[in-house]
Nanobody
Framework: QVQLVESGGGLVQAGGSLRLSCVAS????????MGWYRQAPGKQRDLVAT???????NYADSVKGRFTISRDNAKNTVYLQMNSLKSEDTAVYYC????????WGQGTQVTVSS
């Protein structure tokens, strides 16, 4: 099993930036894909970005050009750099790791004021 711990959330003004971190309890090379999802109040959990063990990335259309997913294998950490934030980006952001099954972190709150 793996434990995932997110950090970096907070309150930011529209147009600002935040960098989220997800630290895994073991090598992230064990997972075929890692990613970030988000869930706003009363909404479903939606994909934001993913990165595969081979380095391929995928983004939701709503964040393309603004968000960047990356990883540091030596630190067992996946990052989400969020720029040009909008009020509609407000949500709890969850880290996900998948090998045979999906594992989830506890989430970190991102609030963007307009």
């Amino acid at each position: 099993q793996v434990q995932l711990v997110e950090s970096g959330g907070g309150l930011v003004q529209a147009g600002g930036s935040l960098r989220l971190s997800c630290v895994a309890s073991r090598s992230i090379l064990d997972f075929g894909v890692m990613g970030w999802y988000r869930q706003a109040p009363g909404k479903q959990r939606d994909l934001v970005a993913t990165i595969t063990v081979g380095g391929n990335t995928n983004y939701a259309d709503s964040v393309k050009g603004r968000f960047t997913i990356s990883r540091d294998n030596a630190k067992n950490t996946v990052y989400l750099q969020m720029n040009s934030l909008k009020s509609e980006d407000t949500a709890v952001y969850y880290c996900m790791a998948r090998r045979f099954l999906q594992s989830w972190g506890q989430g970190t709150q991102v609030t963007v004021s307009s």
